[in-house]
């Protein structure tokens, strides 16, 4: 099993439409999980953190289930500037990269 | 620059010839880590330096790659005898603390070897 999975994609929404995105991970002693956004021929960028109890950042929302190994990132109301990769990312002696999955938004 | 600086931003080179890529972090991160994407693939871990130890050094694919940092600030990742199959681009990114710390990437250096 690789260390951390990710639906590859692509997701291919409308404008307004809600996507959800998962990942497992594979290393029950992980203990921070985070979602890295990059966008095409670009490096990656810290979208968010992912808490235990869930958190929320505008559109964004995080969820983390310990038990299942399980990592979840939902978008409210896609925006075209939300096309991107979006890279599930795990650490434990070192962050661990997703392969990613691909959003793309269209009008 | 404040950011994360790497160089060269363009490497074209010949099978069998050795290159150096060189990644300058943020002033004051201690965490430096190496990871290389492939056209269309994941970001693979290579390599990671606490300071100037590297406590996960597993992800180096073989012995022809080595990575060392100096100083606690800049690092060097040293491919010898360079395969087709080492064609990728190289990211370096930095961070304050540990692996629970966010990361701060560079630009990469695209190596492409003929």
């Known amino acids: 099993r690789k260390e951390v999975e990710q639906d590859p994609g692509p997701f291919n929404v409308p404008e307004g439409a809600t996507v959800a995105f998962n990942c497992t991970y594979s290393?029950?002693?992980?203990?921070?999980f985070f979602w890295y956004r990059q966008d095409c021929r670009k490096e990656p960028k810290l979208l968010m953190s992912v808490y235990s109890s869930g958190n929320e950042d505008g559109r964004f929302t995080a969820q983390l289930n310990r038990a299942s190994q399980y990592i979840s990132l939902l978008i409210r109301d896609s925006k075209l500037s939300d096309s991107a990769t979006y890279l599930c990312v795990v650490a434990g002696t070192a962050l661990i990269f997703g392969k990613g999955t691909t959003l793309s938004v269209s009008s | 620059g404040a950011g994360v600086s790497q160089s060269p931003s363009n490497k074209v080179t010949e099978k069998g010839k050795d290159v150096e890529l060189r990644c300058d972090p943020i002033?004051?991160?201690?965490?430096l880590y190496w990871y290389r994407q492939s056209l269309g693939q994941g970001l693979e871990f290579l390599i990671y330096?606490?300071?100037?130890?590297?406590?996960?050094k597993s992800g180096l694919p073989s012995d022809r790659f080595s990575a060392e940092r100096t100083g606690g600030s800049v690092s060097t990742l040293t491919i010898q005898r360079t395969q087709q199959e080492d064609s990728a681009v190289y990211l370096c990114?930095?961070?304050?603390?540990?692996?629970?710390?966010?990361?701060?990437f560079g630009e990469g250096s695209r190596l492409t070897v003929l």
């Open positions: 330096f606490q300071g100037n130890s590297a406590p996960d």
């Open positions: 002033s004051g991160h201690t965490a």
């Open positions: 290393n029950s002693a992980s203990q921070s």
């Open positions: 990114a930095s961070s304050l603390g540990g692996p629970e710390g966010e990361l701060f």
